[in-house]
């Protein structure tokens, strides 16, 4: 079942921050961050497992709350390079959804001068 | 070198015509996957393959046949596609045999039309 991200949009001025939601209504294993820029693939941004291991770039934090199967991806003093789609990719605990990822419907957001 | 290569970069093919998809990495990583990425929306999981196997199909059309002849290569059979299968098809390798714990790697992926 697809996470849920919100906002599904959100415009910044540069130096100003953001938080991106994604909420599962699943058991959640990890929870993955990608960005992706028009016409370009997805970037990694972050990995977050349960038991609270996490894995990504210095700049870019995330908080993963497993009882609630939610996410957070946290943008701090952005920059223009920061615009793009970000995905949430979730990948459940146990049966079949085990080792794969379905991702949420995307966040676009624009950053300004 | 992390790159995932992917060819062509453009398709257009009848709905009669078969055509092959290729994707190849150099990164030594076990597993490789095919996904479709329809305009504006995120990327859905088509096929897993894990040590050159196929681990995982979510439940593709028959249209549709992966092929991994080796470590590093991928492909994608296409033959009697319909018009709603036009998308990006994006490839990705992760250094694990499975994507938990590990970053997947995106190829610049192929735009498909099917005419």
């Known amino acids: 079942q697809q996470p849920v991200q919100s906002p599904q949009a959100v415009i910044l001025r540069e130096g100003e921050d953001a938080v991106i939601n994604c909420s599962s209504s699943k058991a959640l294993y990890s929870v993955h961050w990608y960005r992706q820029k028009h016409g370009e693939a997805p970037v990694f941004l972050m990995i977050?497992?349960?038991?609270?291991e996490q894995k990504g770039h210095e700049k870019i934090s995330a908080s993963f709350n497993e009882k609630k199967q939610q996410s957070s991806l946290y943008l701090t003093a952005s920059q223009l390079s920061y615009s793009g789609t970000y995905f949430c990719?979730?990948?459940?605990?146990?049966?079949?959804?085990?080792?794969?990822?379905?991702f949420g419907q995307g966040t676009i957001l624009t950053v300004h001068p | 070198d992390t790159e995932v290569t992917q060819t062509p970069k453009h398709l257009v093919m009848g709905m009669t015509n078969k055509k092959s998809l290729k994707c190849e990495q150099h990164m030594g990583h076990r597993a490789m996957y095919w996904y479709k990425q329809k305009a504006k929306k995120p990327p859905e999981l088509m096929f897993v393959y894990s040590y050159e196997k196929l681990s995982i199909n979510e439940s593709v059309p028959s249209r549709f046949s992966p092929e991994c002849p080796n470590s590093s290569l991928l492909n994608l059979h296409l033959h009697a596609l319909q018009p709603e299968d036009s998308a990006l098809y994006l490839c990705?390798?992760?250094?694990?045999?499975?994507?938990?714990?590990?970053?997947?790697?995106f190829g610049p992926g192929t735009r498909l039309t099917v005419t």
């Open positions: 990705a390798s992760s250094q694990g045999p499975t994507v938990t714990s590990y970053e997947q790697y």
């Open positions: 977050l497992l349960k038991g609270g």
């Open positions: 990719g979730t990948e459940s605990a146990g049966g079949t959804s085990y080792g794969k990822l379905t």
